[in-house]
């Protein structure tokens, strides 16, 4: 062990400061959910909707990963749609196609009625969820609040849904910016209102998910997209709680992502995590980036794999273990522990 003054209770504040660990700490996007059998237990029984909008069953699913392993943030369990509902915007999930909008914005005139949204009545139940998590947690780890990034957000809400292609986004994007940035702007408003409401509520780790913007050349990335990520950012910056920006697909455009905003940038597996610190640079820390996949196989490979992402943030400070992208339903829940101790034993200097 290194010698620092780094304890359980604030090792991922510290390493999204960039400040030095005892060890590197860990969370896992998705790690409430579908993987987990006690999960599964309470999903018999509520629809996803009806766990969201409870905030006893929130947090108690928020808690289920923290109950088996030594995770180092506690994810709100929430969706990034959520916020729509109050924007006038409905959606629902289908058990088959995931999310589904149903009402699209594919025109300006499509935009009537669609407005800023205010967490405080729209998903009050988030914030309860926050504040039974926080107290229930007591301070050991921190809770990690979080939103949709503008772009992805806008992506669901002018494709209707998971798109291959992403034509109908790019199309407005293209044919029509004026009513694309009013969206957006729409969008990044209520984004930032549903992040300081989560702060007030308790939260001290924000996370900032763009995981569709990979759909996106950097030339596009810069022109339409990062200004309101920008926006979002600054206005969630300077309050004593690191904001992690976390874009998928993005690794041939991290300096965009990076000046974007955000303490620490996640990344996903599709770049090596040190070519990755060499293209964002200094003063700016790096979450990532084990292929969720990594955990289907055996623990020979996972380690492998582990060892891979560890070795390769060369133990400098400033890393938050994390997978690329979320943890996926068939994983085996022994393999998420293994993948915990393996990241807390890692010895640097080893
Ligand atoms: O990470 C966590 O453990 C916290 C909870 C969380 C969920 N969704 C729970 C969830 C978080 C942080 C999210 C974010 C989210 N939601 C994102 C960004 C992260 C990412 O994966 O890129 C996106 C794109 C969504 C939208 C969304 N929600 C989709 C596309 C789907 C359907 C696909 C799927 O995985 O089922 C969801 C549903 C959803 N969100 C589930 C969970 C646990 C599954 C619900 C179920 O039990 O059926």
Not at 270 to 294: S, T, W
Request: proline content about 7%; overall charge negative; glycine content about 10%.
């Amino acid at each position: 062990m290194k010698e620092t003054t780094t304890d359980v209770t604030t090792r991922l504040l510290d390493a999204c400061l960039g400040k030095p660990v005892d060890a590197t700490p860990i969370w896992l996007m998705r790690q409430a959910g579908r993987y987990l059998p006690e999960y599964r237990a309470l999903r018999e029984k509520l629809s996803f909707i009806e766990m969201c909008h409870r905030p006893d069953v929130a947090a108690e699913v928020t808690l289920q990963p923290l109950a088996r392993y030594e995770l180092d943030g506690a994810v709100i369990f929430a969706d990034i749609l959520l916020p729509l509902e109050g924007m006038g915007i409905g959606f629902h999930f289908d058990s088959h196609d995931g999310p589904v909008i149903e009402r699209t914005v594919r025109a300006a005139a499509d935009l009537d009625g669609v407005h800023v949204g205010d967490p405080g009545t729209d998903t009050p139940y988030v914030l309860e969820a926050v504040r039974l998590v926080v107290r229930e947690l007591a301070g050991k780890v921190p809770v990690i609040g979080f939103a949709g990034a503008p772009f992805t957000l806008a992506s669901y809400v002018i494709e209707g849904g998971h798109s291959r292609n992403y034509a109908d986004v790019k199309r407005l994007m293209l044919a029509e910016p004026s009513t694309f940035a009013r969206l957006m702007a729409l969008l990044a408003d209520t984004v930032v209102a549903h992040l300081l409401a989560q702060v007030e509520a308790g939260a001290q780790v924000l996370q900032l998910f763009d995981s569709w913007v990979g759909a996106l050349g950097p030339g596009d990335y810069e022109r339409f997209a990062a200004p309101h990520t920008r926006r979002v950012l600054e206005a969630v910056s300077g309050r004593g709680v690191p904001v992690i920006h976390f874009a998928c697909g993005a690794s041939g455009m991290l300096a965009q992502v990076r000046a974007a905003g955000g303490d620490v940038v996640g990344v996903d597996w599709r770049i090596d995590l040190d070519r990755a610190r060499d293209e964002l640079g200094d003063g700016v820390a790096v979450q990532g980036n084990l292929d969720p996949a990594a955990l289907l196989g055996p623990p020979g490979e996972l380690e492998r794999h582990a060892a891979d992402v560890l070795r390769r943030a060369r133990g400098r400070p400033g890393h938050v273990f994390n997978l690329g992208h979320g943890v996926l339903p068939s994983t085996p829940p022994d393999a998420v522990a293994r993948l915990v101790e393996l990241v807390h034993e890692w010895n640097p200097e080893g």
